[in-house]
């Protein structure tokens, strides 16, 4: 017999400036969604069928960004994408851009297990989510009144997030004479990024 | 960014990654997590899931990476987790998490904290934020 292991993550980069409370919401949430892993483990439960269970339950927690409390489009909606890998076989699933699929990991595995592919995006995987009969919701769902807010902030930094610090007023960076009109990624002027 | 690796009690790992992607993308945007062997990678060695800067997570192929250290210059996991951050993001922010088909968890990340638990059988069990 081999022995069990799980680890998980909510996200790296974070705000040096968190609130005490916050940093304390979020080991709750870990705790909580890792207690999960090990019980179903200790029960006997495969890694594919753990790693699933765990990050449907970070999905729907809204603290971390995926699933309810996902980060927000420029234009306020959310689009998620998930993927799931089974090293038995190294089986493999991923959507991207849904934005009414309650569990988007679970979607990814349906797509492993029930597709000819691998991976499915927006509208094809929106009309899969529904023929395996997923749970989908309004994508009001998914959007929460914080990242509203972040929206809001990020729109007057004029620059895009990929982590939870909270974005600076106008980067000095922003004025960087940089192209496209000054727009920022993670904090450095976007023309540092190869065109992606 | 959330995502999880597990070994189950027969040796094999798995990996799930999930993410609403970055605040203020343009629609239509697809980053790493749902690229395998980008954001998230599993084969009979290890497991991993990536979080941090798409971008560089892509270009890296950081997932795939671990497991290929692992496998062609015989690192062990934690050793593979290091390199891998180290080594392979260039200027990019990213952090992982990593089990090894032995029961090993593993960890690595470059930029300021990364919200992480992690549990063995043997009893041990982690949940932290920073370094």
Same mark, same amino acid.
């Given at each position: 017999?081999?022995?069990?292991? %799980?680890?998980?993550?909510?996200?790296?980069?974070? /705000?040096?400036?968190?609130?005490?409370?916050?940093?304390?919401?979020?080991?709750?949430?870990?705790?909580?969604?890792?207690? =999960?892993?090990?019980?179903?483990?200790?029960?006997?439960?495969? !890694?594919?069928?753990?790693?699933?269970?765990?990050?449907? $339950?970070?999905?729907? /927690?809204? #603290?971390?960004?995926?699933?309810?409390?996902?980060? +927000?489009?420029?234009?306020?909606?959310?689009?998620?994408?998930?993927?799931?890998?089974?090293?038995?076989?190294?089986?493999?699933?991923?959507?991207?851009?849904?934005?009414?699929?309650?569990?988007?990991?679970?979607?990814?595995?349906?797509?492993?297990?029930?597709?000819?592919?691998?991976?499915?995006?927006?509208?094809? !995987?929106?009309?899969?989510?529904?023929?395996?009969?997923?749970?989908?919701?309004?994508?009001?769902?998914?959007?929460?009144?914080?990242? %509203?807010?972040?929206?809001?902030?990020?729109? $007057?930094?004029?620059? %895009?997030?990929? /982590? *939870?610090? =909270?974005?600076?007023?106008?980067?000095?960076?922003?004025?960087?004479?940089?192209?496209?009109?000054?727009?920022?990624?993670?904090?450095?002027?976007?023309?540092?990024?190869?065109? $992606? | 960014?959330?995502?999880?690796?597990?070994?189950?009690?027969?040796?094999?790992?798995?990996?799930?990654?999930?993410? &609403?992607?970055?605040?203020?993308?343009?629609? &239509?945007?697809i980053g790493d997590s749902p690229l395998i062997g980008s954001g998230t990678y599993a084969c009979d060695l290890c497991a991993v899931s990536c979080t941090g800067e798409g971008e560089a997570i892509i270009r890296?192929?950081?997932?795939?990476?671990?497991?290929?250290?692992?496998? *062609?210059?015989? +690192? !062990?996991?934690? $050793?593979?987790?290091?390199?891998?951050?180290?080594?392979?993001?260039?200027?990019? #922010?990213?952090?992982? =998490?990593?089990?090894?088909?032995?029961?090993?968890?593993?960890? &690595?990340?470059?930029?300021?904290?990364?919200?992480?638990?992690?549990?063995?059988?043997?009893?041990?069990?982690?949940?932290?934020?920073?370094?």
């Amino acid at each position: 017999m081999a022995r069990w292991a %799980i680890t998980i993550h909510g996200g790296a980069g974070v /705000d040096p400036k968190l609130p005490e409370q916050s940093q304390e919401e979020a080991k709750r949430v870990l705790a909580r969604c890792l207690q =999960i892993g090990v019980d179903a483990l200790r029960a006997g439960s495969s !890694a594919l069928d753990v790693v699933e269970a765990v990050v449907r $339950e970070l999905e729907t /927690d809204p #603290f971390f960004n995926s699933g309810r409390g996902s980060a +927000l489009t420029r234009r306020g909606t959310v689009e998620m994408e998930a993927s799931i890998m089974d090293g038995r076989g190294r089986r493999c699933g991923a959507v991207s851009g849904v934005s009414t699929v309650k569990n988007p990991v679970s979607l990814a595995r349906r797509v492993m297990e029930n597709s000819p592919h691998s991976y499915l995006a927006f509208e094809g !995987a929106e009309e899969f989510a529904r023929d395996q009969g997923l749970e989908t919701v309004d994508n009001s769902y998914f959007i929460t009144e914080d990242n %509203i807010g972040m929206l809001k902030l990020a729109k $007057e930094a004029n620059t %895009i997030l990929f /982590d *939870y610090r =909270i974005p600076d007023t106008c980067s000095a960076l922003a004025g960087a004479d940089n192209h496209k009109n000054g727009m920022v990624m993670n904090g450095l002027p976007i023309s540092i990024y190869a065109p $992606e | 960014t959330v995502g999880c690796a597990v070994v189950d009690s027969n040796g094999f790992c798995a990996a799930a990654t999930s993410t &609403g992607g970055l605040m203020n993308k343009m629609t &239509g945007r697809i980053g790493d997590s749902p690229l395998i062997g980008s954001g998230t990678y599993a084969c009979d060695l290890c497991a991993v899931s990536c979080t941090g800067e798409g971008e560089a997570i892509i270009r890296s192929t950081l997932a795939r990476d671990v497991a290929a250290v692992m496998e *062609y210059k015989g +690192l !062990a996991l934690q $050793e593979a987790v290091d390199f891998c951050v180290k080594e392979r993001l260039d200027e990019g #922010f990213a952090g992982l =998490i990593a089990v090894s088909k032995t029961g090993e968890v593993a960890y &690595g990340f470059n930029c300021t904290g990364m919200f992480r638990g992690c549990a063995t059988e043997d009893g041990f069990m982690e949940v932290g934020i920073w370094e």
